[in-house]
Nanobody, 127 residues
């Protein structure tokens, strides 16, 4: 059983930075990976970044490579998304997600990989 609580969203001007946090419950033995997804109004949910809980390997969407960085703390109970050089196109609701070890792996940035989701935190980037 996993619960996810997101924080850190807000409004920022283009070129600015934000850091999102996701506090996760549940042991690391049950959480195989954590991911960040986003959804803009009228659009589907897009995988942004993900990290393997145990090994720390990561993957990013092409649209955010070089600008966003996903990381986790040493206790592996919090995952972060550092967002730099933000663009208006980054405006979306950002969701934290967790994959348990019992769920099939469909890919780092595949929505179907994950079986637990946070409530979302809004990120708004103005031009």
């Amino acid at each position: 059983q996993v619960q996810l609580v997101e924080s850190g969203g807000g409004s920022v001007q283009a070129g600015g930075s934000l850091r999102l946090s996701c506090a996760a419950s549940g042991s690391t033995t049950s959480r195989n990976a954590m991911g960040w997804f986003r959804q803009a109004p009228g659009k589907g949910r897009e995988g942004v970044a993900a990290i393997k809980t145990g090994g720390g390997s990561t993957d990013y969407a092409d649209s955010v490579k070089g600008r966003f960085t996903i990381s986790q703390n040493d206790a592996k109970d919090t995952v972060y998304l550092q967002m730099n050089s933000l663009k208006p196109e980054d405006t979306a609701m950002y969701y934290c997600a967790a994959q348990t070890r019992t769920r099939r792996w469909w890919g780092y940035l595949s929505e179907t990989t994950y079986d637990y989701w946070g409530q979302g935190t809004q990120v708004t980037v103005s031009s």
